[in-house]
T-cell receptor, first 113, second 111 residues
Framework: DAGVIQSPRHEVTEMGQEVTLRCKPISGHNSLFWYRQTMMRGLELLIYFNNNVPIDDSGMPEDRFSAKMPNASFSTLKIQPSEPRDSAVYFC???????????FGPGTRLTVL | TQLLEQSPQFLSIQEGENLTVYCNSSSVFSSLQWYRQEPGEGPVLLVTVVTGGEVKKLKRLTFQFGDARKDSSLHITAAQTGDTGLYLCAGPLMGYSTLTFGKGTMLLVSP
C-alpha cells in the first residue's frame, strides 16, 4: 500500500515567491494534517481537515499561509509571499476513522532564500 | 512554553547500553504516543499508552504512562545502531482531538 505522498521533496525559492506544497493522503483516510518542523519549535500543527473540511486552522502562522482540500485524495498548502523564516520541513499526515494513529509523509524541505 | 517537555534533548551512547528518555507535562493527556523519526523521513508511530500506570513492551523498548497521565518514559535495553533517531512524544490534551508534540530526544547509538 502506498503511504502518504508529498511533493516536492525539496523546494528552494526566493523571498516573495509563491510556494505550493502537495499531499496525497492514504486512500480511505478521512483526516488530514499539515505540520511544520523546525529545530527551534519542533513539530507544530498548522491545520487539520476532517472529511475535506478545515476543522482547526489555529496553527496557521498568518494570512500568507493557506490550505485547501478539494477532494479526499489531495490537499495543498500554499505560502504567498514566502519569507526566509518559513524555511522548515513541512509534513502531511493522515488518519482513518476512529483512530488516533497518524501516518506521516516523508516531508517537503523548504528553503526560502 | 512547550506543553510536553522531553529530556534529554540529545543522547549519544554505545551499542549495548541501556537508556531512558522522558516526556513530562503539567497538563493531563487522555493518551500519549511515542514516535521515532529517522533522517529525511516522517515520524512513525511506535506505541500508544492510554491508561494511567500502563506499561507496554515492544521488543527491547518499554513504554510507561504515569499514574496521573502527565508523563511518560521510554526505556531501551541493549541499544542497537538501528535505534538511532529522533524520539517524539505526543498526545491530545483532555478535550482536544489534535496532537501536541514534544521537541524530541535525538538518540545516537554508535557501534
Amino acid at each position: 500500500d502506498a503511504g502518504v505522498i508529498q511533493s516536492p521533496r525539496h523546494e528552494v525559492t526566493e523571498m516573495g515567491q509563491e510556494v505550493t506544497l502537495r499531499c496525497k493522503p492514504i486512500s480511505g483516510h478521512n483526516s488530514l494534517f499539515w505540520y511544520r518542523q523546525t529545530m527551534m519549535r519542533g513539530l507544530e500543527l498548522l491545520i487539520y481537515f476532517n472529511n475535506n473540511v478545515p476543522i482547526d486552522d489555529s496553527g496557521m502562522p498568518e494570512d500568507r499561509f493557506s490550505a485547501k482540500m478539494p477532494n479526499a485524495s489531495f490537499s495543498t498548502l500554499k505560502i504567498q509571499p514566502s519569507e526566509p523564516r518559513d524555511s522548515a520541513v513541512y509534513f502531511c499526515a493522515s488518519s482513518g476513522h476512529d483512530t488516533d494513529t497518524q501516518y506521516f509523509g516523508p516531508g517537503t524541505r523548504l528553503t526560502v532564500l | 512554553t512547550q506543553l510536553l517537555e522531553q529530556s534529554p534533548q540529545f543522547l549519544s551512547i554505545q551499542e549495548g547500553e541501556n537508556l531512558t528518555v522522558y516526556c513530562n507535562s503539567s497538563s493531563v493527556f487522555s493518551s500519549l504516543q511515542w514516535y521515532r523519526q529517522e533522517p529525511g523521513e516522517g515520524p512513525v508511530l511506535l506505541v500508544t499508552v492510554v491508561t494511567g500506570g500502563e506499561v507496554k513492551k515492544l521488543k527491547r523498548l518499554t513504554f510507561q504512562f504515569g499514574d496521573a497521565r502527565k508523563d511518560s518514559s521510554l526505556h531501551i535495553t541493549a541499544a542497537q545502531t538501528g535505534d538511532t533517531g529522533l524520539y517524539l512524544c505526543a498526545g491530545p490534551l483532555m478535550g482536544y482531538s489534535t496532537l501536541t508534540f514534544g521537541k524530541g530526544t535525538m538518540l545516537l547509538v554508535s557501534p
